[in-house]
T-cell receptor, first 111, second 115 residues
Framework: GNSVTQMEGPVTLSEEAFLTINCTYT??????LFWYVQYPGEGLQLLLK?????DKGSNKGFEATYRKETTSFHLEKGSVQVSDSAVYFC??????????FGTGTRLLVSP | DTGVSQNPRHKITKRGQNVTFRCDPI?????LYWYRQTLGQGPEFLTY????????KSRLLSDRFSAERPKGSFSTLEIQRTEQGDSAMYLC?????????????FGEGSWLTVV
């Protein structure tokens, strides 16, 4: 089937720690892949995206590489800040269809 | 470009009442989506439009739910005879077929609380 699987949270880190949030997908074809971030009480903001295999999306120090061989799109950041505390959603989009989201991973960063 | 706009942002209603949410997509975006998100969950697809045509409806969209996009611009989502299980955030999103990378942009959401 077509689905997105994310690691369960919460992920609790100290400021300046390294972050990885795992995301894998199952799909036919070659969907576009996205990470969205949701701050408390707000809607979804696009964080980064990749549209084809081996593409690397990056924004605000976050990175994710579209790995076709492992069907993964893991989110990484070298040094997290308290302001990065939010819920992160991985999503896939087959051509001209709807976004399918993972269940989200809550990140808590302490000073 | 003012982004996707949704209103009202918050709505508290009594069980059995009808509610309507409005979404104004980004100008000239031909595709418009509605999602529902409950606490601790990812957004779940409800329905989407290409211009004024409603192309797909999720099984989550019961007979009490109706969505319209009469002129291919703004959209409304109406919930009739609300139930407590309808309490959620309703998210609207839009996309242009001409946008690079098929990026979908979301609004801030409309919170519904049914008491």
């Amino acid at each position: 089937g077509n689905s997105v699987t994310q690691m369960e949270g919460p992920v609790t880190l100290s400021e300046e720690a390294f972050l990885t949030i795992n995301c894998t997908y199952t799909a036919t074809g070659y969907p576009s892949l996205f990470w969205y971030v949701q701050y408390p009480g707000e809607g979804l903001q696009l964080l980064l995206k990749a549209t084809k295999a081996d593409d690397k999306g990056s924004n605000k120090g976050f990175e994710a590489t579209y790995r076709k061989e492992t069907t993964s799109f893991h989110l990484e950041k070298g040094s997290v800040q308290v302001s990065d505390s939010a819920v992160y959603f991985c999503a896939r989009l087959p051509s001209f269809q709807k976004l399918v989201f993972g269940t989200g991973t809550r990140l808590l960063v302490s000073p | 470009d003012t982004g996707v706009s949704q209103n009202p942002r918050h709505k508290i209603t009594k069980r059995g009442q009808n509610v309507t949410f409005r979404c104004d997509p980004i100008s000239e975006h031909n595709r418009l989506y509605w999602y529902r998100q409950t606490l601790g969950q990812g957004p779940e697809f409800l329905t989407y439009f290409q211009n004024e045509a409603q192309l797909e409806k999720s099984r989550l969209l019961s007979d009490r739910f109706s969505a319209e996009r009469p002129k291919g611009s703004f959209s409304t989502l109406e919930i009739q005879r609300t139930e407590q299980g309808d309490s959620a955030m309703y998210l609207c999103a839009s996309r242009s077929d001409r946008s690079p990378g098929n990026t979908i942009y979301f609004g801030e959401g409309s919170w519904l609380t049914v008491v």
